[in-house]
């Protein structure tokens, strides 16, 4: 296994996630009688000390495709790792899956995201340049309805646009673009995510997306009156899950690091 970069710092990096919770009550089409409440944490895991046991389930090579590479998700000091070879499939054989999915509390608790509650994660997460955008789709973090073949709602994506490698994020249900940038100044360094949703289905949902680097504000967009909920509930997966139809060469063997997950809820 291959060594991995130790995180940037923890003062600086968390006084730039201090500050984009503060004062984030107003945004993403959040109501103004939400202005008094506050974020409170629930979900505060460490890959040192929680493991894989930080998440609700673990999807690592569940084709058993290549038993050689296992596990492809495992705690790196710090990190939470995913890696990815080229040999890699997933049952759906056109693609390629090494997802966490939930935010774990016990042993036998985790929380459920349900209709009406805005929640928020945070975190640091390092993508090096042999994690590419591809034509197809890469998701590296999913908000889903748990269950089998069911949609996304909402995908972090890196993608190919006119031959560039961006980052994105996109309502799925919807195919609406929330924001993008490129992904080649992101590339093995550390960058911090801030996303937020608000649980609703029709138009009573909202989302807000932030990437900094370098204490840097890299892209900070917003939507509200959008549709966020399919069923039962909402729950997050992170990896690495792509599609073996890219056009641009960009598959290889790749891994991506996490960090610091936090979970909050607004009330």
Request: hydrophobic share 35%; proline share 5%; with cysteine.
């Amino acid at each position: 296994m291959s060594s991995s970069p130790a995180p940037h710092d923890g003062p600086s990096r968390r006084k730039v996630i201090g500050a984009a919770l503060g004062g984030a009550a107003l945004a993403a089409g959040i109501p103004a009688t939400a202005a008094a409440a506050s974020w409170q944490l629930k979900w505060s895991p460490s890959a040192s000390g929680d493991g894989l046991g930080a998440f609700e389930t673990i999807e690592d090579d569940r084709a058993d495709s290549h038993p050689a590479g296992q596990p492809h998700i495992y705690p790196e000091g710090n990190n939470w790792r995913f890696t990815m070879h080229t040999v890699d499939r997933d049952t759906s054989t056109d693609r390629q899956r090494q997802e966490v999915t939930g935010l774990r509390t016990s042993s036998a608790g985790y929380l459920k995201w349900q209709p009406g509650q805005t929640w928020r994660v945070t975190y640091s997460m390092y993508i090096p340049s042999s994690l590419k955008a591809t034509t197809t789709f890469t998701h590296i973090m999913q908000m889903k309805q748990p269950g089998t073949g069911t949609s996304p709602i909402v995908v972090q994506s890196l993608r190919r646009v006119n031959g560039a490698q961006t980052i994105e994020l996109k309502l799925a249900l919807s195919d609406t673009l929330i924001g993008r940038t490129s992904l080649d100044p992101l590339h093995d360094n550390w960058t911090d995510v801030d996303f937020q949703i608000k649980v609703g289905d029709g138009t009573s949902g909202s989302v807000r997306w932030i990437l900094k680097s370098g204490g840097t504000t890299v892209i900070d967009k917003s939507k509200s009156g959008v549709d966020t909920f399919l069923d039962d509930r909402v729950r997050p997966k992170w990896g690495i899950y792509r599609s073996l139809g890219d056009t641009s060469g960009s598959l290889q063997d790749c891994h991506l690091l996490l960090t610091n997950l936090r979970g909050y809820q607004l009330v």
